[in-house]
């Protein structure tokens, strides 16, 4: 069964920071891109940083670059998000995601897809 559980949410006052962890399971973690993906109230879901499956170089949302970090462990199957200087704006439910197979960018879909469960981020003073 595929698993993706994720932690390291909380409460963190601005200028702070946290690091979020998901730890996966189910499926071969070494071919698939993984990344963060996060969910405002009223707002869209939206990208934040992407670790594609053939580069070893992250891809960061603008709002983002410079100040989180996406990385991996391959022997624990665990991807990380490092979120410095955070920003009240950064206050989003965040959702761990794994892409494998092929991916379509015009449906912005790919053929294999997983989700965490989402883990609350709130940046406040």
């Known amino acids: 069964q595929v698993q993706l559980v994720e932690s390291g949410g909380g409460l963190v006052q601005p200028g702070g920071s946290l690091r979020l962890s998901c730890v996966t399971s189910g499926f071969t973690f070494n071919t698939y891109t993984m990344g963060w993906y996060r969910q405002a109230p009223g707002k869209e879901r939206e990208w934040v940083a992407i670790?594609?499956?053939?580069?070893?170089?992250?891809n960061y949302a603008d709002f983002v670059t410079g100040r989180f970090t996406i990385s991996k462990d391959t022997h624990t199957r665990t991807v990380y998000l490092q979120m410095n200087n955070m920003k009240p704006e950064d206050t989003a439910v965040y959702y761990c995601?794994?892409?494998?197979?092929?991916?379509?960018?015009?449906?912005?879909?790919?053929?294999?897809?997983?989700w965490g469960q989402g883990t609350q981020v709130t940046v406040s003073s």
């Open positions: 995601h794994a892409g494998g197979g092929s991916y379509h960018y015009t449906n912005k879909k790919w053929e294999y897809e997983y």
């Open positions: 670790l594609p499956r053939n580069s070893k170089t992250p």
